[in-house]
């Protein structure tokens, strides 16, 4: 059940927004800047991680702790990460912003998408 959740929380939920209103984010400065502005959240699914300039992903997903590492290869942000003991695989991710929302989309943009709010 932890993983059908986990799928949901990090990333697999699609996103109605369409691309109206979003930027991409292209490269490391610019990412890390915007992750300067606070911790990505969900309300929903209980989510707060904060994505730190030394490569470090660090929080808690739904009451589970959340680690990870991430490098910003050829315009994607490149992700591992555990939740509470599970391993989530490799991905790298397409970053785009509108606002205060950030939209990471798997598969270099060409999957699944979630929107996370930097507070």
């Known amino acids: 059940m932890r993983h ?3 799928a949901i929380a990090l990333g697999l939920l699609p996103v109605a927004a369409t691309a109206q209103g979003y930027a991409r984010v292209t490269d490391q400065d610019a990412f890390l800047a915007l992750m300067a502005q606070g911790t990505l959240t969900h309300a929903v699914f209980d989510i707060a991680l904060s994505v730190t300039p030394d490569g470090q992903i660090n929080g808690d997903a739904v009451g589970w702790p959340v680690t990870g590492t991430w490098a910003w ?8 990460m555990d939740w509470g003991g ?5 991905n790298c991710q397409l970053v785009e912003q509108n606002g205060d929302l950030v939209r990471f989309t798997t598969d270099q943009g060409a999957g699944r998408s979630a929107a996370l709010r930097l507070r």
């Open 4 to 6: 059908v959740v986990l």
């Open 73 to 80: 290869q050829d315009g994607f942000f490149c992700r591992t």
């Open 86 to 90: 599970d391993e989530i695989p490799y």
